[in-house]
């Protein structure tokens, strides 16, 4: 699976959009890309994917470069519960060569600020 | 609800001793996956299981092991433990979500349990 680079920490001011950055430059061309995020000790929650395309649902924006070598977490309208540590992820699809484990990197720690 | 259920949420035990940690995904699942957050190595892969046989394995300690019953409950069993097996123990689940892809690929998500914290004095 490819490596990921994200900074250590951000803030962001409450009511305000956050924007994760994550590079991931050695992806190959069928290796998605996961955002998980943890809230303190609580287990991993599963926010998005994609492959090449942008993503939204319900929790975010997942915007991907038109080169895949990096991609942006976006969280619309942060909240004071949004604060996490927060994982860019870039692996393979189910098969023969993988598992389906997660591979976390340190992850950024967003703090959303009042 | 991640569909996942961990017992027990505390765990306080002594170094030298054995526990067993447990998990129950939700009806249907065939996968479970271990993984080990502590303070100085992040979260870790340790092991995975699927419909009763061991898939994948990560860093996981000889003194460690793990099984996954008929019903598809999972147990993961640390022996001879030391101070540094204290940790937050999480399970997941996998979700086989089929998303359409030009190679029709099957996209993973897994959902984690809330984690069991384990101390060793």
């Known amino acids: 699976d490819a490596k990921t680079t994200q900074p250590t920490s951000m803030d962001c001011a409450e009511g305000r959009a956050a924007n994760l950055p994550c590079n991931h430059s050695?992806?190959?061309?069928?290796?998605?890309v996961y955002w998980y995020r943890q809230i303190h000790s609580q287990g991993p929650q599963y926010i998005i994917h994609g492959l090449k395309n942008n993503e939204t649902n319900e929790m975010a924006s997942l915007i991907i470069t038109e080169d895949r070598k990096s991609s942006t977490l976006i969280l619309p309208h942060a909240t004071l519960r949004d604060t996490a540590v927060y994982y860019c992820?870039?692996?393979?699809?189910?098969?023969?060569?993988?598992?389906?484990?997660?591979?976390f990197g340190q992850g950024t720690t967003l703090q959303v600020k009042p | 609800d991640s569909g996942v259920t961990q017992t027990p949420k505390h765990l306080i035990t002594a170094t030298g001793q054995r526990v067993t940690l447990r998990c129950s995904p939700r009806?249907?699942?065939?996968?479970v996956y271990w993984y080990q957050q502590s303070l100085d190595q992040g979260l870790q892969f340790l092991i995975q299981?699927?419909?009763?046989?061991?898939?994948a394995k990560g860093n996981i300690l000889e003194r460690f092991s793990a099984q996954q019953f008929p019903d598809l409950h999972s147990e993961l069993n640390l022996s001879s433990l030391e101070l540094g097996d204290s940790a937050l123990y999480f399970c997941a689940r996998r979700s086989v979500k089929k998303t359409w892809v030009p190679t029709g690929e099957t996209v993973l998500t897994q959902y984690f349990g809330p984690g069991t914290r384990l101390t060793v004095l």
């Open positions: 299981y699927y419909n009763g046989e061991e898939r």
């Open positions: 050695t992806i190959s061309g069928n290796e998605y």
């Open positions: 992820i870039v692996r393979l699809p189910r098969g023969s060569s993988n598992t389906g484990k997660l591979i």
């Open positions: 009806s249907g699942d065939l996968s």
